[in-house]
């Protein structure tokens, strides 16, 4: 039989389709909603935005940025060829808009201050993405835009990006007004966009790491070995463009990357000297850098305070375990729970690069204990 509590929930529950697109927690709270059709209609709402969000995450704009010649010629070609993605873009969002109209027209009057709450928090979605929506055709409608076919790919990815997180943003508050939450627990595709910032940053803390050591070597470097360094930029640059991060990657900073593809390829072409070459590289050192600021973004802020109290609790376990072997244990686990950290310092990061050659044994783990806790409090600080 039954419990009181138990039969609750499987009542409220039974009172309610829960779409399978949906996060279990957005489910639960949508099945405990106590006016079942305002529940069935902000279902129908929210499965309409992640499925939506779900689109465009299919949409690759990589096709498109392989065409582009390595120099901005002003032709409507390639709107000829993004048109199409431009329209299911913007079919996406006004099928989101269209189902939101049908379910909450304009007008409706909450009865509750809850269900207000929710209906201010649609009301204002539907403003701020038609007015993006209006934004986005002008700007597309310019020929600056549409005749600088990286301008133009920029724009759809911007706009894109603005309006997933409008979703994300939308799904979250009406959420909380239903129940106690976190954003990672309700927000549609949150998870795979985690794994593609995660991705990011540690591709790019590479590529940045690598550029580094490789104008290093450039100024150390003799004049006959000049061309053999620019063939080397140009091989890590390749790698680069092949790893999962490049997809990913903004269109304007795939459009500085390949740029200085070009120059390497000019300087091959016109007998370069090592000043030639450090010209170049100095300021794309310089750009390499700038991608630590993902590390800024909401998402991986509260992602990464989450992962330093895991590390924080393994660490205090393997400093407090009186068996070597177990310390050990707990040190290997807060290494490999770490690892989601990578690129956030140079110190930590260098620490974890050096355990992937050389692992910690029974006999240097209190050391290495002590050390992680030092690297883990200067990323908290």
Not at 85 to 96: F, I, R, S
Not at 169 to 180: D, I, K, M, P, R
Request: net charge negative; charged share 25%.
């Amino acid at each position: 039989m039954l419990e009181s509590g138990t039969l609750g929930l499987w009542c409220a529950a039974s009172r309610l389709k829960v779409d399978s697109i949906l996060t279990p927690r957005l489910g639960a709270l949508l099945a405990l909603e106590p006016d079942g059709p305002f529940a069935e209609r902000l279902r129908r709402v929210l499965s309409a935005g992640a499925r939506a969000v779900s689109k465009l995450g299919e949409m690759d704009l990589l096709t498109y940025e392989e065409t582009l010649p390595e120099e901005t010629s002003a032709d409507l070609s390639m709107w000829e060829e993004v048109a199409p993605v431009v329209a299911e873009t913007l079919a996406n969002v006004n099928a989101l808009l269209v189902e939101i109209d049908t379910d909450f027209p304009d007008g409706e009057i909450a009865i509750e201050d809850r269900q207000d709450a929710v209906l201010a928090v649609i009301r204002a979605f539907c403003r701020e993405v038609s007015l993006e929506v209006a934004q986005f055709g002008q700007r597309v409608r310019d020929p600056a835009v549409v005749g600088d076919q990286w301008n133009l790919i920029t724009e759809l990815q911007s706009f894109r990006f603005r309006f997933r997180n409008r979703i994300g943003n939308l799904v979250f508050e009406v959420a909380s007004h239903l129940g106690t939450c976190r954003r990672s627990e309700v927000e549609p595709g949150y998870q795979e966009a985690l794994a593609s910032a995660l991705t990011v940053r540690a591709t790019t803390t590479d590529l940045s790491r690598l550029m580094h050591a490789r104008i290093l070597k450039v100024a150390e470097a003799g004049p006959e070995d000049v061309e053999w360094h620019i063939q080397q930029v140009e091989r890590e640059l390749n790698a680069f463009g092949r790893t999962p991060a490049w997809r990913a990657l903004r269109a304007q900073d795939k459009r500085a990357i390949n740029e200085v593809r070009r120059q390497m390829k000019h300087l091959l072409a016109a007998q370069p000297t090592k000043v030639d070459l450090l010209q170049t590289l100095e300021p794309f050192v310089d750009f390499c850098d700038g991608f630590a600021r993902i590390s800024r973004r909401e998402m991986l802020v509260e992602h990464d305070r989450e992962v330093e109290a895991s590390v924080g609790v393994l660490l205090e376990r393997g400093l407090t375990a009186s068996r070597p072997v177990d310390r050990l244990t707990a040190f290997n686990e807060a290494v490999r729970v770490g690892q989601a950290l990578y690129g956030r310092s140079p110190d930590f990061d260098s620490f974890l690069r050096r355990l992937r050659k050389l692992p910690a044994s029974t006999e240097t783990v209190h050391a290495e204990l002590e050390l992680l806790g030092l690297l883990l409090s200067n990323l908290a600080s």
